[in-house]
């Protein structure tokens, strides 16, 4: 079995410091609940450079009516998308 990790472009969006919304794998969502802030104590992800990650957790919709929950965490430059449930 071989793992295949995919890069998909990301954007997000904040109000007040918090996620409203953001483009990801070529669709527009838009936060439909309250997001959650993550600590670096949750992530599997490796620490890079000794730093902690932080991030977000929340529910968003598509334009098209697809609805996902998301864990973003920021890096250096970007945003990323750590994990997406459907």
Same mark, same amino acid.
């Given at each position: 079995?071989?793992?295949? @990790?995919?890069?998909? @472009?990301?954007?997000?969006?904040?109000?007040? *410091?918090? #996620?409203?919304?953001?483009?990801?794998?070529?669709?527009?969502?838009?936060?439909?609940?309250? #997001?959650?802030?993550?600590? @670096?104590?949750?992530?599997?992800? #490796?620490?890079?450079?000794?730093?902690?990650?932080?991030?977000?957790?929340?529910?968003?919709?598509?334009?098209?009516?697809?609805?996902?929950?998301? *864990?973003?965490?920021?890096? @250096? *430059? *970007?945003?990323?998308?750590?994990?997406?449930?459907?």
């Amino acid at each position: 079995m071989t793992a295949t @990790e995919i890069k998909r @472009e990301m954007t997000l969006w904040m109000s007040n *410091d918090i #996620p409203a919304r953001m483009f990801y794998a070529g669709k527009r969502w838009r936060v439909t609940d309250t #997001p959650t802030r993550l600590r @670096e104590s949750i992530w599997t992800a #490796p620490l890079q450079h000794g730093s902690g990650l932080y991030g977000w957790r929340f529910q968003a919709t598509s334009d098209g009516g697809d609805v996902a929950v998301f *864990d973003v965490y920021r890096d @250096e *430059d *970007d945003w990323h998308v750590h994990h997406s449930y459907t």
